[in-house]
T-cell receptor
């Protein structure tokens, strides 16, 4: 699995958009980008994934650069409940494992 | 539908003992994976099982073993516990190994080795 690089921490004001970056410069052509988040004392929660195109669901949007070497997770209107550790993972669909880094701790402030 | 359930939620063991952790996947999910999460770090992959066969193994010693049962539930066994085995052990299930739509994680088992 390709290695990912994320900032260790970020702050965001409640109600504003939170933009979480991830670098994955060694991503292979058949690797997807996945985002998870982990709220304290819970298991990680799947947010969104994509291969090449930008994706949107009820939780977030995923923007993947054209060269696929980086991506951004966007929480359009952050709430206090979005405070969590966010993990960016790249992996081949069907591979046996996912490699989690240390993630980005997002703190949403009132 | 019930999510991924893990038992027990917490336990304390002594160095040198053995422990068995249990996981029940979401109904219909055939793939189960185990992760270890040490405090302050991201989860680290231990094993994946699909259709009762081991499909992937992380960089963990042979003290760690697992199996998957016909009903797709799974057990993780750790022998000769060390203090460094203290961690949150997470189980995750998914429907298919080939088309990976994302894991659903359980809330984990918090293991403390004293």
């Amino acid at each position: 699995d390709a290695k990912t690089t994320q900032p260790p921490s970020m702050d965001c004001a409640e109600g504003r958009a939170a933009n979480l970056p991830c670098n994955h410069s060694t991503i292979s052509g058949n690797e997807y980008v996945y985002w998870y988040r982990q709220i304290h004392s819970q298991g990680p929660q799947y947010i969104i994934h994509g291969l090449k195109n930008n994706e949107t669901n009820e939780m977030a949007s995923l923007i993947i650069t054209e060269d696929r070497k980086s991506s951004t997770l966007i929480l359009p209107h952050a709430t206090l409940r979005d405070t969590a550790v966010y993990y960016c993972i790249v992996r081949v669909a069907g591979a046996g494992k996912s490699t989690f880094g240390d993630g980005t701790t997002l703190t949403v402030k009132p | 539908d019930a999510g991924v359930t893990q038992s027990p939620t917490h336990l304390i063991k002594t160095r040198g003992q053995q422990v068995t952790l249990r996981c029940s996947p979401i109904s219909g999910h055939k793939s189960v994976s185990w992760y270890q999460q040490v405090l302050g770090q991201g989860p680290q992959f231990i094993f994946q099982y699909y259709e009762k066969e081991e499909r992937g193994r992380g960089n963990f010693p042979d003290r760690f073993s697992a199996r998957q049962f016909p009903n797709y539930s799974s057990e993780l066994n750790v022998n000769a516990l060390l203090l460094g085995d203290s961690a949150l052990y997470l189980c995750a299930s998914s429907f298919s190994r080939g088309l990976w739509l994302g894991y659903t994680f359980g809330s984990g088992t918090r293991l403390t080795v004293v």
